[in-house]
């Protein structure tokens, strides 16, 4: 049962996942769900040691049932495989099991800092479940790019990484930059030091860090359609207003409340009362449901290479058993890694996923199992909005997947720039393709050829 707001520090409980335990707190009361995702530094028992952090989520609890987490490798959740921290896809799953566990069926979801980027692919991939989304200073990408130059600099990113490192668990001068107003308090940075030990050890901070440097959810700000709101502070160091504000403008029907102050983390650093004022009127308003048809998914397409020569090659009889063959191993891998399988091509196939790392590993098995019989197999991968049409699925992601595979050469998996950048901590690895021109789909696509088993080159 929940813990009821004000009655002091709720229970731990822990979800168990195929990945390993999440720590997690359900407390608060009301006919609304918050799930809240901050940064990768939690510590769902050590939060209540600090009274800023109690009276923030105290508040935060009068307007709902709150839902908090410790993702894997934080606080009180088991450590990652490998001590690497886990693409979005895998959070997202741990966040959902959390809510079945305790009955939850939708939430109002608020992504702060960091967090921010999995509660938009979670509001973009689950429209129905998260009709509702609020990010406070939060980004879509840290780094800047040729098409977004509202990012910190390579050089910049790469020496606050090594400086934070450097930090984590004994200076605290990560303060200076993200919560100026409470960094010469001797009380609060000797909590906030002690806090860093306990949500985070060394090794998984530097991984921590380096999927904040290298994520990238630009690509799915165009498939979010909860009702949302951008709330950043103005004179933010680190969390920068010009974040926010491409958030406002590239999520359709987003509001931007722009607020005083320069704290951004933690999240209960300063006066946060203002923010929680935007906040409760926000979820106190008209929330209503999402029905949209739309939603963010990714979209595989995979082809049998000269499936024509190969069929005059072996005759109708044995054409037909490898066609039933490939198909019982199509269907076989996409229900292993969750997928739905939308059509059988009768060469191929067209899938889709709720994450971009199931679908990867999905056609590295496809490919591997079929190989075995002669069968070579190419595919394409794209993770962008689609339209549930029935039994079918329609939209500008699933044309892009269809043109990433077309090419591809024999034993190629090829994935677009923005598969790539939401797997940032998988063991996957990517060889540049450069950039190609998509027959039907306007400008210049970065593509990238899957490293695991055979690397094949990719033409023109």
Known sequence: MPTPTGLGRPETHFAHTPMGAIGYQAFGEGDLDIVFITHWLTNVDAYWDEPSAARYLDRLASMGRVILIDKLGSGVSDMPEGLRIPPVEDTMDDIRTVMSEIGSTQAALIGDTEGGMLAMALAATYPEQFPTLILINSYARLRRDVDYSIGAPSNVV?????????????????????????????????????????????????????????????????????????????????????????????????????????????????????????????????????????????????????????????????????????DRTVRENVARY???????????????????????????????????IGIEMRSG?????????????????????????????????????TVKDLVVGSRLEFESCGSHDLKGVPGEWDLYEVKSGRVVSVGA
């Not at 491409?246 to 029907?253: K, P, T």
């Not at 196939?349 to 590993?361: D, E, K, V, W, Y």
């Not at 997947?401 to 090829?414: D, Q």
């Open 158 to 326: 790469d020496s606050l990484a090594e400086q934070w490192k450097a930090q984590h668990g004994t200076t605290g001068e990560s303060l200076l930059l993200t919560a100026p107003s409470v960094a010469g308090d001797p009380r609060f940075r000797m909590w906030f030091t002690r806090f860093q030990r306990l949500a985070q050890n060394q090794q998984i901070a530097a991984q921590a860090v380096n999927w904040i440097a290298n994520t990238d959810v630009r690509g799915v700000l165009s498939s979010i359609h909860a009702r949302t709101m951008v709330i950043h502070r103005r004179d933010a160091r680190y969390h920068r207003l010009a974040y926010g504000e491409y958030l406002a403008e590239h999520i359709d029907g987003a509001v931007l409340r722009v607020l005083e102050g320069s704290d951004t983390l933690p999240f209960h650093a300063g006066d946060f009362d203002p923010v929680l004022d935007q906040v409760e009127e926000f979820l106190t308003g008209d929330r209503g449901s999402a029905t949209s048809n739309r939603q963010l998914s990714t979209v595989m397409f995979t082809d049998v290479v000269g499936s024509t020569a190969m069929a005059a090659e072996v005759g109708d009889q044995r054409w037909l058993d490898l066609r039933n063959t490939h």
């Open 338 to 372: 969750r997928g739905d399988l939308v059509a059988l091509t009768g060469d191929g196939c067209l899938a889709t996923f709720s994450g971009p790392q199931r679908a990867i590993l999905c056609a590295i098995s496809i490919r591997d199992e079929l190989a075995r």
């Open 381 to 417: 991968i794209h993770t962008g909005e689609i339209e549930l049409v029935g039994d079918d699925v329609a939209g500008i992601a699933v044309h892009i997947a269809s043109r990433v595979m077309g090419i591809a050469e024999n034993g190629g998996i090829l994935v677009s720039r």
